[in-house]
């Protein structure tokens, strides 16, 4: 079984993992900075990449004194590679994993590997550990649906590698009208994670936000103009008519942005005949997104896989698991691989790209 240490810094959280070619996480350490970028309102390109540089050695240290293997401590030894996020994503702290990763690879003889980090969005789902397994392998063509801070899009996906790109948003992603959203209401810094727990005991009914390009015959999906919307209903809100309804108003925003979502979800599936579907990235910890997915799934016979909140976030076993899985195939990146802020084109194929 091949073993890969793997790197994730692409935006603001920095996590090391330990993950096989089955997928099995061995083992996995994460630094979240949201206490660091919360008084700026938002993620600070300078501050994320200077937290990366303090957190990752430690972070690896960490994670190797506490992996055991069938009782035995993981060293360098034990390793086919070193996988590291270097596409998409702030240059700042794409370049402290893969300057990491490359020192560590060329200090160990050890195999180096660059991953996308949507790829590893993708492949999530299939993780697994001691309290997660997933109930279908990727191994068929699955539709997945991957809703983060930065992109909101649907893949259908034929094997490693053939990631079509069925639809994307054509402006904010999900997570960001989330997060814009609970900064409008005051919410603080990320705002999705608030928006969600008042959201349950607000009624999702109580505001008719839009649901823009809903009924249109396409994957395509626009969240700016829920954002304008919302921001006018805020602005003709008395202080204490906000205070009043903030409930209401996370929910409904929640509400929209969940219909807008299952709605396209729908449209794929009924397009492709897929019926295995994955939802993942931040958004999928959702936990309205998760119980109406869920729930539709049943109704419509789709297999529905929708991984913990642990594989959901950033995290760097999904990297380790895509990192793996293309080492296992051949493919091996040297030391010039670089960061770069978009995905290449060759990583994803399809009108919406
Ligand atoms: O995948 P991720 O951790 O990082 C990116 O690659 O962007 O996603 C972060 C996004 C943020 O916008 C955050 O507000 C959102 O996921 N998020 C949520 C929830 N938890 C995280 N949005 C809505 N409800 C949640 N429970
Ligand atoms: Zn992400």
């Known amino acids: 079984m091949k073993i890969c240490l793997s790197i994730e810094t692409s935006c603001d959280d920095t996590s090391i993992a330990l993950v096989d070619s089955s997928g099995w996480v061995h083992g996995m350490v994460s630094a979240n900075q949201d206490l660091q970028h919360a008084p700026f309102g938002g993620i600070v390109p300078e501050v994320a990449g200077r937290n990366h540089l303090e957190n990752i050695l430690p972070l690896i240290e960490t994670l190797f004194e506490k992996t055991k293997i069938n009782g035995v401590t993981v060293t360098s030894e034990n390793l086919e590679g070193v996988a590291v996020t270097n596409r998409p994503g702030l240059m700042g702290s794409l370049i402290v994993g893969i300057v990491t990763a490359k020192t560590l690879a060329q200090a160990w003889q050890k195999k180096l590997i660059g991953v996308n980090h949507l790829e590893g969005h993708i492949l999530a789902p299939f993780l697994r550990d001691s309290s997660y397994q997933p109930h279908f392998d990727w191994q068929q063509p699955f539709l997945a649906l991957a809703i983060s801070g930065g992109h909101t899009s649907i893949y259908s996906v034929q094997g490693l590698g053939h990631y079509e790109v069925m639809g994307n948003t054509l402006d904010d992603a999900a997570g960001e009208a989330f997060d814009k959203f609970g900064k409008m209401l005051g919410l603080g810094f990320p705002g999705g994670v608030k928006v969600d727990h008042l959201s349950r005991t607000g009624d999702p009914q109580k ?80 936990s309205r997104l998760r119980q109406r997915s869920l729930e539709w799934a049943k109704i419509n016979k789709v297999e529905m896989l929708i991984p913990p909140l642990r594989f959901c976030t950033d995290n760097a076993a999904m990297i380790g698991y895509a990192g793996v899985l293309r080492l296992e195939r051949g493919e091996v990146d040297d030391l010039s691989l670089a960061p770069s802020p978009q995905s290449y084109l060759k990583d994803f194929q399809g009108k919406g790209r």
């Open 207 to 286: 505001f008719d936000f839009p649901r823009s390009m809903i009924k249109e015959n396409n994957f395509m999906m626009s969240f700016s103009g829920l954002k304008a919307s919302a921001q006018r209903l805020i602005e003709s809100l008395s202080s204490e008519d906000i205070q009043r309804y903030q409930a209401d108003l996370c929910a409904s925003f929640q509400e929209a942005v969940v219909d807008v979502l299952l709605a396209k979800l729908q449209r794929a599936v009924l397009q492709t005949g897929i019926r295995h579907v994955v939802i993942t990235g931040g958004v999928s910890a959702n």
